[in-house]
């Protein structure tokens, strides 16, 4: 999905607390779990942000619920409710975000949208349609359906709205944990990784994890700004953007954010790790944050504290003959 062409404003810390005060009450506050994980250079403290556990299965409806809400004070939302194009995690986030303002929601999805996503589309009362092959097809069409609908059309990652939404997440781990921060965390279009950076303090650290083959954080930085890149992992469903975020690019200019990327053997590897260690079952984009560490492309700063966001875990997956899956709203992974 290509990011919006509107006027682009970075996202500061003021606009991710009027958006935490906007979904305050409604959506989960996600704990943390303080543990050790065995990397290549041995035991290293960790903490993880476990938002896999928010409504929906992963982070999104922070974005989308802040956005909805917004338009609403703005008097913006009418009956046509919400319309987006997504891949499956934006589009949760939008739907869950509509069941709460009460208002409707209508997604937009490529035909290669994985079915435990659609399926909890669906059970949360969206109304799915599937066009094209790649996630700009689905998005040029449901461009078109917001100007006959008049519906408020939400992007996957961005919009300022959906970016500050996100960073409320910062705001919490910078309530639980005291002193600088290293925070690691995936990469797609950048709506995570700008609203963290919005809320910022001094001393911390921001680190966008990324598979080698969808690594639009990385190329950007690499040639001083947003490029165009192809697609080739198994992280793409979910990390999926094929330009990083103008809202994101805007937001970190200057800023302590750096880059590291992993390959898909590496970030399988940490996703079955997660589950053998912790019987914790995350989407393969989110244990791409998991493997930065596990490899030791990200070491623990002595003044910092290390923390990896798991944001996502809307995925299915088969173990020993078994089938573990967890969608959205899950509570945990059951065995089916």
């Known amino acids: 999905m290509e990011p919006s062409t509107d006027r682009v404003f970075s996202v500061t810390l003021d606009d991710v607390v009027a958006a935490r005060e906007r979904i305050a009450g409604s959506l989960r506050r996600t704990p943390v779990l303080r543990t050790s994980i065995d990397t290549i250079d041995g035991p290293v403290d960790v903490v993880f942000k476990l938002e896999y556990l928010q409504a929906g299965g992963c982070f999104k409806p922070r974005g989308s619920l802040n956005a909805v809400r917004h338009a609403r004070d703005e008097e913006l939302l009418d009956d046509a409710g919400v319309l987006v194009a997504s891949g499956g995690n934006a589009a949760i986030g939008a739907a869950w975000a509509a069941r709460i303002a ?20 669906r059970a949360l009362g969206a109304e799915v349609h599937h066009v094209g092959d790649r996630y700009q097809h689905a998005a040029d069409a449901a461009a078109e359906m917001a100007k006959r609908s008049g519906a408020l059309l939400l ?125 914790i079952l995350v989407e393969p984009g989110t244990a791409t944050a998991v493997a930065a560490v596990l490899t030791g492309a990200v070491r623990p700063e002595p003044d910092s504290t290390l923390c990896v966001v798991l944001c996502g875990a809307n995925t299915t997956w088969y173990v020993g003959g078994q089938r573990l899956v967890h969608p959205a709203g899950n509570r945990g992974a059951n065995l089916a």
């Open 102 to 121: 009460a208002t409707r929601c209508t997604v937009v999805v490529p035909e290669t949208a994985p079915q435990v996503k659609v399926d909890s589309l």
């Open 155 to 279: 992007h996957a990652y961005d919009q300022p709205d959906i970016v500050a939404g996100a960073g409320t997440i910062g705001l919490e781990l910078a309530d639980d944990i005291d002193g600088p921060l290293t925070t690691v965390v995936c990469v797609g279009g950048g709506g995570l990784l700008g609203g963290l950076t919005a809320v910022q303090r001094p001393g911390d650290r921001i680190v966008g994890a990324e598979p080698a083959g969808s690594s639009c954080l990385h190329q950007a930085l690499e040639a001083g700004h947003p490029v165009s890149v192809e697609l080739d992992s198994v992280a793409a469903d979910s990390l999926g953007a094929t330009r990083l975020g103008d809202v994101c690019w805007s937001t970190i200019a200057g800023r302590a954010v750096t880059s590291v990327v992993v390959s898909d053997p590496e970030l399988i590897a940490a996703r079955r790790h997660l589950w053998d260690a912790f019987r």
